[in-house]
């Protein structure tokens, strides 16, 4: 499918946030994870979080939905002995049933992606369960991906967390199952320090007990420990709701989002503050994000390690923005779905962008005047290059026709509807 985005001047309206993808898929993980039944409510519906559904029907749990709420009997430590699991293109999902697989004797993660999730590494989880007993056959760190287990072992842990904190999150949803206490430790630096406090409130809610240090580098994880059944109520999503807020921050606007709670653990949470930083009209209170844009915006200097699923959309509204923007601290982009670096700004710069990159960095040239466009571009497969695109499209003069824009299902299946009920002129060609 073909996303033709035509320049569109205002929007106006009112949009429900979509549920919270990261949070849905935890709360699925731990409901599997229990012994007995947990109940979601308003579990999110998109590709990633459909993956996660599939998978823990495959190892067994029992999954139920009726209107907006899910019930999951789960299987505890003993999932279904399978030999065979397809995750799509959902690479937490992958990375998260990676370690629960080792209690399986031999599990084989298929490659049904190979010019996506099929290139991405994890050779840092694949070391880590190598020091618990389990064997894993791979290619190059990539699927497909063999766990031999069946007797996993805690004790003394190491995992890098350079690339991704989806290593360290599977870990600590597997390790309190052991037998053996267990000690992780996170080598080098750890990225997106604030994903891991969504697993580890997930993981408390849970009932089960983790001892963090400050810094989220050293945890104790005692064994033996057992996931209990619970209920579970599923916020909103602020990294699929930070292309909508750039969207209105780009047009002259009056648009609300709802949904999106304040003291949300969400790191995404912080595209309120960049946007603010960036002289966006808006207020926040009691769940609703209200945003009267007028396309005039400053430009911003910020640590995109802290929201990095929103750096993208907050990039797009950069490249109209007075100044020269920076978002640094970033490298873990490039390990995403696409290289979200180099891909999404060889994409802007097609559009008539001017920006440039580093290693970890991101630097806009901002254009007040909107840019040209009047071409088509590659989304390279990636739900959050093609949202942070629409955006663009909105303010060139020439509009963008978007390749392959179905992959926004993974996250936001509703996407462009909603853009469309707020007046974007959205066209979508099969």
Do not use: W
């Not at 990261?22 to 579990?43: C, E, H, K, Q, W």
């Not at 400053?298 to 390690?305: C, L, N, P, Q, R």
């Amino acid at each position: 499918m073909k996303a033709i985005v035509k320049q569109t001047p205002a929007l106006k309206g009112e949009i429900n946030a979509l549920s919270s993808k990261n949070y849905t898929t935890r709360y699925m993980l731990v409901g599997a994870l229990a012994d007995g039944t947990s109940t979601i409510r308003f579990p999110a519906h998109s590709e990633d979080s459909d993956a996660m559904r599939r998978c823990i029907r495959d190892l067994g749990a029992e999954l139920h939905e009726e209107g907006d709420t899910m019930t999951i009997r789960g299987f505890g430590r003993h999932p279904l002995p399978i030999s065979e699991l397809n995750v799509g293109n959902a690479g937490a999902v992958l990375r998260f049933l990676m370690s629960i697989a080792a209690f399986c004797p031999e599990l084989t993660f298929v490659n049904t992606y190979p010019d996506s999730l099929g290139k991405r590494p994890h050779n840092d989880l694949i070391t880590a369960l190598g020091q618990m007993n389990v064997g894993v056959e791979h290619n190059n760190g990539r699927l497909p991906i063999t766990i031999r287990g069946g007797h996993p072992k805690g004790g003394r842990i190491q995992v890098s967390g350079n690339v991704s904190s989806q290593y360290l999150s599977s870990l600590l949803f597997m390790t309190p199952l052991l037998d053996e206490d267990s000690e992780i430790e996170v080598l080098h630096d750890l990225k997106s320090k604030v994903v891991v406090g969504q697993t580890l409130e997930v993981i408390a809610q849970a009932g089960i007990r983790i001892e963090a240090s400050p810094d989220l580098m050293h945890y104790r994880v005692p064994g033996r420990q057992r996931y209990e059944a619970k209920e579970y109520i599923v916020q909103g999503d602020y990294p699929g709701s930070a292309a909508v807020l750039a969207a209105a921050a780009v047009t002259q606007s009056d648009v609300r989002v709802l949904r999106l709670e304040e003291a949300s653990k969400q790191g995404e949470r912080a595209v309120i503050d960049v946007l603010r930083a960036m002289n966006v009209p808006l207020t926040h209170e009691n769940g609703i994000v209200h945003v009267q844009g007028n396309g005039k915006l400053k430009a911003v200097e910020f640590d995109g390690d802290h929201f990095t699923d929103a750096v993208l959309a907050m990039v797009a509204a950069a490249v109209f923005a007075e100044g020269t923007s920076r978002f640094y601290n970033v490298e873990n982009l490039r390990y995403k779905e696409c290289d979200r670096i180099t891909d999404y700004l060889n994409e802007l710069r097609k559009a008539g962008a001017d920006v440039e990159e580093r290693q970890s960095e991101i630097i806009v040239h901002g254009k007040p005047e909107g840019v040209e466009g009047g071409v088509e571009i590659d989304a390279h497969f990636d739900h959050r290059v093609i949202m942070a695109l629409t955006v663009v499209g909105l303010r060139s003069k020439r509009g963008l026709t978007i390749k392959d824009a179905h992959h926004v299902a993974k996250s936001y299946p509703q996407y462009f509807d909603h853009l469309k009920s707020i007046g974007a002129q959205v066209e979508l060609i099969d």
